[in-house]
């Protein structure tokens, strides 16, 4: 089972209403699953989506649109040096980097394929809100869904693998789908790094509550 499912289930099932918001901008879960299938063919031919950035709405589009481009995503820290970030992504192969600030000039003259996060945002909503075609979910529930590193405090931060499988069955075994009142919303203050932000976003979606983004 793809990450993808649950959005796809949430568009369904409530496309109307408003998942993620950070500010004055918001996406509806049908806008979401739009953006992030425009998302995904940003992403064509890359290894892997990487973020690199603080709370919004990046951050949902691009973690679906690395399971809609059936690569895997890749949150990292944002206070992290240029150095210690390059160390991260070159493993990764030809990875498409959502940045924020100046990190992404340092990256991209490192010979990184690099957009900052205003613009892939801005692309993807444009062309989701257009009409952008919506494909078929991935099957491939046992192929990594997202690359968590840990902190790095005591060595070299490790990926942790999350597999399509791992992060569904959680969602599914904990939250009962659309069982939130249609009011009902959640603050999300924790960084997109975090595996925190990873489940409140999943886990909320899942639910229906709206996700507002705390910049």
Same mark, same amino acid.
């Given at each position: 089972?793809?990450?993808?499912?649950?959005? /796809?289930?949430? @568009?369904?099932?409530?496309?109307?209403?408003?998942? #993620?918001? &950070?500010? +004055?901008?918001? !996406?509806? =879960?049908?806008?979401?699953?739009?953006?992030?299938?425009?998302?995904?063919?940003l992403a064509d031919g890359a290894s892997a989506l990487a973020y690199v950035g603080t709370n919004g709405l990046a951050f949902p589009v691009?973690?679906?649109?690395?399971?809609?481009?059936?690569?895997?995503?890749?949150?990292?820290?944002?206070?992290?040096?240029?150095?210690?970030?390059?160390?991260?992504?070159?493993?990764?192969?030809?990875?498409?980097?959502?940045?924020?600030? /100046?990190?992404? @000039?340092?990256?991209?003259?490192?010979?990184?394929? #690099?957009? &900052?996060? +205003?613009?892939? !945002?801005? =692309?993807?909503?444009?062309?989701?809100?257009?009409?952008?075609?919506?494909?078929?979910?991935?099957?491939?529930?046992?192929?990594?869904?997202?690359?968590?590193?840990?902190?790095?405090?005591?060595?070299?931060?490790?990926?942790?693998?999350?597999?399509?499988?791992?992060?569904?069955?959680?969602?599914?075994?904990?939250?009962?789908?659309?069982?939130?009142?249609?009011?009902?919303?959640?603050?999300?203050?924790?960084?997109?790094?975090?595996?925190?932000?990873? @489940?409140?976003?999943?886990?909320?979606?899942?639910?229906?509550?709206?996700?507002?983004?705390?910049?």
């Amino acid at each position: 089972m793809n990450l993808l499912l649950l959005l /796809d289930m949430a @568009a369904a099932g409530r496309g109307d209403e408003i998942a #993620v918001q &950070a500010g +004055d901008d918001a !996406l509806t =879960t049908t806008e979401l699953l739009a953006a992030s299938w425009a998302g995904a063919k940003l992403a064509d031919g890359a290894s892997a989506l990487a973020y690199v950035g603080t709370n919004g709405l990046a951050f949902p589009v691009g973690l679906f649109a690395a399971a809609a481009a059936g690569v895997p995503f890749v949150p990292l820290n944002y206070r992290l040096s240029d150095d210690a970030l390059h160390d991260l992504l070159a493993p990764l192969g030809d990875t498409l980097v959502v940045t924020e600030g /100046d990190v992404g @000039a340092s990256l991209a003259a490192r010979g990184h394929r #690099v957009i &900052a996060a +205003d613009e892939f !945002l801005a =692309t993807v909503v444009e062309q989701a809100r257009a009409g952008a075609a919506v494909g078929e979910v991935p099957a491939d529930s046992d192929h990594p869904g997202v690359l968590l590193y840990t902190s790095g405090t005591t060595s070299a931060p490790k990926a942790a693998v999350l597999r399509h499988r791992h992060l569904t069955s959680y969602v599914i075994g904990t939250v009962e789908f659309a069982t939130a009142g249609p009011d009902e919303a959640v603050l999300v203050s924790v960084p997109p790094y975090h595996v925190a932000g990873l @489940a409140n976003l999943l886990s909320n979606l899942y639910l229906g509550r709206r996700i507002v983004y705390l910049p």
